[in-house]
């Protein structure tokens, strides 16, 4: 009898682990292999959404697209976009800001931000990261590969306009975790713009696990860790934004969130402002859920962003 007992409960805890392997299998999909938009579907969408003027993209950006060879093996699809050939602009020095786009996204999901900047005398770069749009397959990694292809990039620009080319970037989402965690790998950056990124990928991770899927962090957030690691992937506590910014006191950052935004929780903008040494501003906006705080204040948005360009003298 003692022996069946013993069985039974040796099968369950069989049956227990396998069923915990199996859901941090399927939570590690969701970060290192998501599912994403097919880019020629992304453009349509957003210009039936609004968010891209169809005539202004395909004929007066006058783009020139670009690949980028990764240092870990894949090509990284972009898009140079000059300035407006404005005659007060002419003179002055290059100035970049490379926009950067959010998870299972592609680079048009950035072409909304073009205007603010173009309109400011930038020149703009859009791309698209690993795994995603007409960039090649690889590992998702929620911002920690991803912003070493962002530095290439940024050599990229500064290959193509010279070495004085004034940079900054802007990030939405995991595009503005991985511009954080950018930061800290080029101190020649001129400032740093994030828009609803997280603090703490771990964090966020629990909180849509307990939000989606009523799972506790414990066991599932470090199995599943474990296992996106085993997947060419990275530990979850390798991508913690705030730490990454800790470093970047003489680069200027701007932190912008939406205060319902329900993905990325709001109370994470606070981390990583409080993190960030030296010059600083953060902007929140109450009608916001996530990656939605341009689009629904817009000219409350591009002030925001003039006037902090204007306070670290880049315009």
């Keep these: 009898m003692m022996n069946i007992v ?28 998501p599912k994403t938009s097919d880019p020629d579907k992304c453009y349509i969408d957003e210009i039936e959404l609004g968010k891209i003027d169809k005539d202004n993209y395909e004929r007066t950006y006058n783009r020139e697209d670009f690949k980028v060879q990764s240092d870990y093996g894949y090509t990284l699809s972009g898009t140079y976009i000059p300035k407006n050939k404005d005659s007060s602009l002419k003179n002055q020095p290059d100035k970049v800001v490379i926009i950067v786009h959010g998870y299972t996204f592609c680079q048009y999901g950035s072409v909304k931000y073009v205007d603010i900047f173009r309109n400011l005398g930038f020149h703009c770069v859009i791309y698209d990261h690993r795994n995603h749009g007409y960039s090649d397959k690889a590992t998702t990694t929620m911002g920690f590969y991803e912003a070493h292809d962002l530095k290439q990039i940024s050599d990229w620009v500064r290959e193509k306009l010279g070495a004085d080319t004034i940079i900054g970037t802007h990030g939405e989402s995991m595009g503005a975790a991985t511009v954080m965690m950018n930061a800290a790998l080029d101190e020649k950056l001129a400032f740093v713009i994030e828009d609803c990124g997280y603090s703490n990928l771990g964090d966020q991770l629990a909180y849509n696990m307990k939000k989606f899927y009523h799972l506790p962090r414990f066991p599932f957030l470090y199995m599943a860790s474990v296992i996106s690691k085993l997947r ?26 939406g205060e319902i935004d329900d993905f990325v929780p709001s109370y994470m903008v606070n981390e990583v402002y409080e993190a960030k040494k030296g010059y600083r501003s953060k ?15 817009q000219t409350e948005y591009r ?9 670290i003298n880049i315009l």
């Design 6 to 33: 013993v069985n039974v409960v040796l099968v369950i805890i069989l049956f227990a682990i396998i069923a915990m392997l199996i859901v941090s299998w399927k939570l590690s999909s969701l970060v290192v292999a």
């Design 232 to 257: 060419g992937g990275i530990y979850f506590h390798q991508v913690i934004p705030k730490n990454e910014i800790a470093k970047c006191e003489k680069i200027p950052m701007l932190f912008i969130h």
């Design 283 to 297: 902007k929140t906006f109450a009608n916001a859920t996530h990656a939605e705080s341009y689009w629904n204040n």
């Design 303 to 311: 002030l925001e962003v003039e006037e902090f360009l204007k306070e």
